[in-house]
């Protein structure tokens, strides 16, 4: 039997090895304990990288790097431009804020978007 | 990675592949972690437990996979004896005695892609784990027959074969075998005990 590609002599040897099938003495008991040992830590090791892993995903899907700064001047430039009577940027904002956006409710989400903007500027 | 090409029906599913490693006889674990000291017995490479665990964890990420066409320590030992060589389990001090002995190691994780025809990267490799066996000769030199039985083995004798080559019974040919697999399970002691010195 092959192992790991073209049989060679170190195949020979891995055969010797793995088709023992005497007696367990001694010696090979050891053998038992170091394996057993060896893969409980393995499993260990797996399940902490899983569980980092986990942990990873689930804080970047929380977290919202950098996102404010970026989100509150486009919401700045948007509302600039509703403002100045651009018809898609009322689309937009009213898909953001709710079918009933009217020409009334402009005021509303300026005073939002304001308040808004001077939390950023304080944090920064 | 490894099983490149290979149809999923040909293969073992993971899980399973897991549970086998986890239930395996006694018999079998004592084996292979005789194939990891083998592997890793000559000080320059990764300890036994490293090459077992490592292989543990490619297997249970479904990196390395079963195929339903072989036994399952002929599958393990297939898969130490790739990462025995993986230049990841090289310390940077073997890593520098490599350059100087002018070693060229491939990752196992490439050797799929390496054709076997034009392969000078694999004979290299192949050079590494081979100083183990060099290793077993030189302590067994002027000892015929654990020289003998040395030839035997690589040359893939077994039973009978191994028997008249060395001209010895079989209860005699066993003794001789116990005492080959000792050397190699002290091998591997010796490395620990350099480390720890170190």
Known sequence: MTIGGEKDQIDNFLEFILTDDSPMAPEDMVLVEMFDRTISEAESQLTRARFERAKAGALAAYSKPEGNVVNLERARALLQRAKDGDTSAQVTLAARFGDGFMDGDMDAIAEDLAELLDDDDQEN | ?198
């Open chain 2, 1 to 198: 990675m490894a099983s490149p090409d290979v149809p999923e029906e040909l293969l073992h599913d993971v899980e399973e592949t897991v549970e086998t490693f986890r239930n395996l006889p006694e018999r079998d674990k004592a084996n292979l972690m005789r194939a990891a000291q083998f592997l890793a017995g000559r000080g320059n490479l990764a300890s036994p437990e490293e090459l077992l665990s490592e292989a543990f964890i490619r297997i249970s990420d479904g990196v390395r996979r079963w195929r339903k066409s072989e036994t399952f320590p002929f599958f393990v030992g297939g898969v130490l004896k790739s990462l025995a060589s993986d230049r990841m389990f090289l310390t940077d001090e073997s890593k520098v005695k490599r350059l100087k002995q002018g070693f060229d190691v491939v990752s196992s994780d490439d050797e799929h892609k390496i054709p076997d025809s034009e392969d000078g990267k694999l004979a290299a490799k192949k050079g590494l784990i081979e100083l183990a066996i060099r290793h077993l000769e030189v302590h067994y030199a002027g000892d015929e027959e654990m020289e003998l039985l040395l030839m035997g083995i690589q040359d893939g004798l077994i039973g009978q074969d191994l028997q008249d080559l060395l001209g010895v019974d079989a209860k005699r040919l066993e003794a001789l075998r116990t005492r080959l697999k000792r050397q190699i399970d002290k091998m591997a002691e010796t490395l620990k005990e350099k480390e720890g010195a170190s």
